[in-house]
């Protein structure tokens, strides 16, 4: 059974940073690519930002030149480096690792911005 276990989340001021990670551990077959999504509150599940295979980064147009992807294949652990964070970043975010054929998620970790 495969488990994403997320930390980092937490309340923190506008223009603030927080750090995510995401470790995933079981059996999978090999990792095409890790990422983040979030979800705020009536709103649906967006990506935030995904690290595929080959060391590509993709990112929502809204976290570009403030947040940062990163992984440690060695660990299955994929970051998320958040900066100058804005009120209109609280949501949930969750993890996301996709090894074909299946896609497995975390359980999400709350990140509220004050502003």
């Known amino acids: 059974q495969v488990q994403l276990v997320e930390s980092g989340g937490g309340l923190v001021q506008a223009g603030g940073s927080l750090r995510l990670s995401c470790a995933a551990s079981?059996?999978?077959?090999?990792?095409?690519?890790m990422g983040w999504y979030r979800q705020a509150p009536a709103k649906q599940r967006e990506l935030v930002a995904a690290?595929?295979?080959?060391?590509?980064?993709n990112y929502a147009e809204s976290v570009k030149g403030r947040f940062t992807i990163s992984r440690d294949n060695g660990k299955n652990t994929v970051y998320l480096q958040m900066n100058s964070l804005k009120p209109e970043d609280t949501a949930v975010y969750y993890c996301?690792?996709?090894?074909?054929?299946?896609?497995?998620w975390g359980q999400g970790t709350q990140v509220t911005v004050s502003s």
């Open positions: 690290s595929g295979s080959g060391g590509m980064s």
């Open positions: 996301n690792l996709v090894a074909a054929p299946y896609d497995y």
């Open positions: 079981g059996r999978f077959f090999s990792i095409k690519g």
